[in-house]
């Protein structure tokens, strides 16, 4: 057999689907679907023009609300101690830590004590130091630790200082709890108004806390407010914060950091004599401190500075009893100096 | 009936082994007439910016003109999809997708002219795809093997003996395998040029050749002439 058998298939014998049923049928489906989606080409010329546009729009307005409007908020499960060991803050331990001798400013400290048991170590060293603070109403002291503890307290043990924040609003509010509070609960409202980002509330609780020097929140206090108001650029504020936790913990945990601090502070506002004896006490309270070639190098560079500085006299208008050999006195650093003599 | 040969250029035998140096014409340079409802992609020059001039304007999201590029194709391709399979079962659903994809990818297109040949590609491709489908699952016993509907390929004007022969071509290419038997049925079915089968297979015009030999061969050595000649 071959393909000689293998007729022509003609094209009268085949079947044409020109504008038949079929064909009508398939435009009806077809218009109903290419009138839903948009043009592709129209679709196209969107996405890589009009989006990345549309997106570097959206992600600068992201930008520049983040930046103005929102303020950085603290986590909240994020916490410098733990809080699990929380004690009722009056009375017995005060009295027993009041008993225990205070280590001496060489004996290292603990260092995972727990919050309160660094307050309690923190109010050995402060019972015995002398004050400048007007001293604590120990009636509110009382009266708080005796009622049961408060919803907001309750979640801030918890950790959710959100939901904290909203009970506190919802029973009175930041200042009506505050001023009611213990210095324990005052601890807790300064964490609270640290994890919403109130900075303002955090140091009006923070100096209530101080309001009571023999609490052994107090020096705590004074080293968190420190912090803040170095933070929110009152320098003065928190070096005097800084020198008043020197005083109720001399030896504490951040004895060391708060000299330093005390230091840092001095060398920004560039006051030499200041830093002189603040170098000085460092590195009388800690011969082995960290910073202490830094401080020496940075004093030496701000006494040099402050030499090359001085105002040189004019000859023009130099007195007579300038004209002697006598050398020219370096003020700010040789002065203290020249008094001390006298 | 008076036989013939079906393919004088495979009838030499020297043909589909010589290297065919001629690379296939690509689609966009084929001249078509769109307005025919045939079934060929005829070369000429006579209508050919009307089809330019739907394309851009569809391009341009005009469902008018779209639409009026359907009409002028829709049995063109309806014919591709029904003749490759043997059967109307889902043809319409072939020349919907052809239809729907081809409006998506109409910017593709580089020369509006081959519309036509562009569109008989997509079917041919969406009609090959199916074939294979349906053969895997027939041959892992899933579905059944599809029958020839004779009606949804022969004319009701047809006279018997185009009947039985196209009964008989078709039962023979379905165990031919997709390639071999498309290329055959879009060279002497739909009667197109070798060039425009190989556009529409996407292919080269070697290979369009070489199944359309192999086909020819197969189809040679098993059909039986149902009259013989001189017979009534």
Redesign the interface.
């Known amino acids: 057999m071959s393909r000689r058998h293998l007729p022509q298939i003609s094209k009268a014998a085949l079947r044409d689907y020109g504008g038949s049923e079929q064909s009508a049928a398939v435009w009806r489906r077809l218009k109903v679907e290419l009138r839903a989606p948009a043009p592709l080409e129209r679709r196209s010329a969107f996405v890589w023009v009009w989006a990345p546009a549309l997106a570097c729009v959206l992600f600068g307005s992201g930008v520049v609300v983040g930046a103005r409007f929102i303020r950085p908020q603290a986590l909240s499960f994020v916490q410098a101690e733990p809080r699990s060991q929380l004690a009722p803050a009056a009375g017995p331990m005060t009295a027993k830590a009041s008993l225990e001798p205070e280590p001496g400013p060489g004996v290292p400290q603990p260092k995972a004590a727990s919050s309160r048991g660094h307050r309690q170590l923190s109010s050995v060293a402060s019972s015995s130091e002398p004050f400048n603070l007007r001293p604590a109403e120990p009636s509110a002291h009382v009266t708080a630790t005796a009622t049961p503890i408060a919803e907001w307290q309750r979640l801030v043990e918890a950790g959710d200082f959100a939901a904290a924040r909203r009970a506190l609003d919802g029973q009175g509010g930041f200042d009506v709890a505050m001023a009611h509070a213990s210095p324990s609960e005052l601890m807790s409202l300064v964490d609270i108004a640290r994890a919403s980002g109130d900075r303002g509330q955090a140091i009006s609780a923070l100096r209530q806390v101080l309001a009571h020097p023999d609490a052994p929140e107090a020096s705590l206090a004074a080293w968190t407010l420190g912090n803040l108001l170095q933070q929110a650029g009152d320098q003065p504020g928190a070096a005097q914060a800084f020198t008043l936790y020197r005083r109720l913990s001399p030896a504490g945990d951040f004895a060391e950091d708060a000299a330093a601090r005390q230091v840092d502070v001095a060398l920004a506002e560039g006051n030499a004599e200041l830093v002189t004896q603040l170098v000085a006490d460092y590195a009388r309270d800690f011969p082995q401190g960290r910073r202490l070639t830094e401080f020496r190098r940075a004093e030496h560079a701000l006494l040099h500075r402050d030499h090359e500085e001085a105002p040189k006299p004019d000859p023009a208008h130099e007195e007579p009893e300038d004209e002697s050999d006598e050398p020219h006195v370096v003020p700010s650093a040789a002065a203290p100096a020249a008094s001390d003599r006298h | ?1 008076a ?5 004088p250029e495979l ?1 030499r035998k020297q043909a589909p082994l010589r290297p065919i140096l001629v690379k296939p014409e690509p689609a966009h340079r084929l001249r078509l007439i769109p307005g025919l ?3 060929e992609l005829h070369p000429a020059a006579d209508s050919e910016p009307e089809d330019e001039k739907l394309v851009a304007r569809a ?3 005009d ?1 008018v003109a ?2 009026a590029l ?2 002028r194709h ?3 391709a ?2 591709l999809a ?2 490759i399979q043997g059967t ?1 079962t889902d ?2 659903d072939i ?2 997708d052809a ?2 994809k081809a ?5 593709e297109l580089r020369d509006v002219a081959a519309f036509r040949a562009w569109l008989g590609s997509i079917v041919v491709r969406l009609v090959r795809t199916r074939l294979r489908r349906r053969r895997l699952l027939s041959s892992l016993g899933l579905i059944s093997p599809e029958p020839i509907e004779l ?9 018997p003996e ?2 039985v ?2 009964a008989q ?1 078709y039962a023979l290419l379905q165990t031919l395998s997709s390639d071999d038997r498309i290329a055959w049925t879009l060279r ?2 739909d ?1 197109h040029r070798l060039e425009e089968v190989a556009n529409l297979m996407t292919c080269s015009l070697a290979t369009a050749k070489r199944r359309i030999l192999r086909a ?2 197969y ?7 149902a009259f013989s000649e001189g017979e009534p």
Request: positive net charge; aromatic residues 12%.
């Open positions: 009936m036989y013939v040969f079906l393919c009838s409802a045939g079934t391009r341009r999201a469902l779209f639409e359907y009409r829709a049995g063109f309806l014919n029904v003749r109307a043809a319409e020349v919907h239809f729907l409006h998506e990818q109409l910017a009606d949804a390929v022969a004319s009701p004007h047809a006279d185009s009947r022969l196209l071509v002497y079915v009667h020819q061969r189809l040679s050595a098993h059909f039986v002439p």
